[in-house]
């Protein structure tokens, strides 16, 4: 397993104990984990943003923290919350770190995801004028999404 998912699922499992609220001390949590700090910042920045549902408050200096609060607790809420955060365009790689997350946090399964890359794929879109392939791509994704709640 990465280190990146041990971090995510530790903090993942914090979250479930402590009814969506987690605290962390970076650099504690850090070596509790066997990892540098940057890689907690990089797994909130990837994996806990706003569209995905969280909040992430923090703390500098000598009793500095992390907060993360998860702000929608059900699955149709989490999904609607990334719908209504995307915006009018969205590029492949984008769409496809979300769907990777969505899948991490277990939000939809596996097989619906490659099926949703596959429709919204460079390929797919091959016919699409370059100036709304983006556009076209973000119409198709937030109606996947939709069918998933």
Do not use: W
């Amino acid at each position: 397993m990465k280190i990146s998912e041990l971090i995510a699922r530790e903090i993942l499992s914090m979250l479930e104990e402590q009814d969506g609220t987690a605290e962390i001390k970076r650099n504690d949590f850090a070596a509790k984990l066997g990892c540098v700090p940057s890689q907690i910042n990089y797994v909130l920045s990837s994996r806990f943003t706003t569209e995905q549902g969280y909040v992430i408050e923090s703390r500098r200096g000598g009793g500095g923290y992390v907060k993360i609060t998860r702000i929608c607790n059900d699955k149709k809420s989490q999904i609607m919350h990334i719908i209504d955060s995307l915006g009018s365009q969205i590029d492949y790689y984008s769409a496809r770190s979300i769907l990777i997350n969505l899948c991490y946090q277990e939000l939809i399964e596996q097989k619906a995801a490659s099926i949703v890359l596959a429709a919204i794929s460079d390929n797919a879109l091959k016919d699409a004028p370059l100036q709304v392939k983006d556009k076209v791509r973000a119409e198709i994704f937030k109606n996947a999404l939709l069918m998933a709640v």
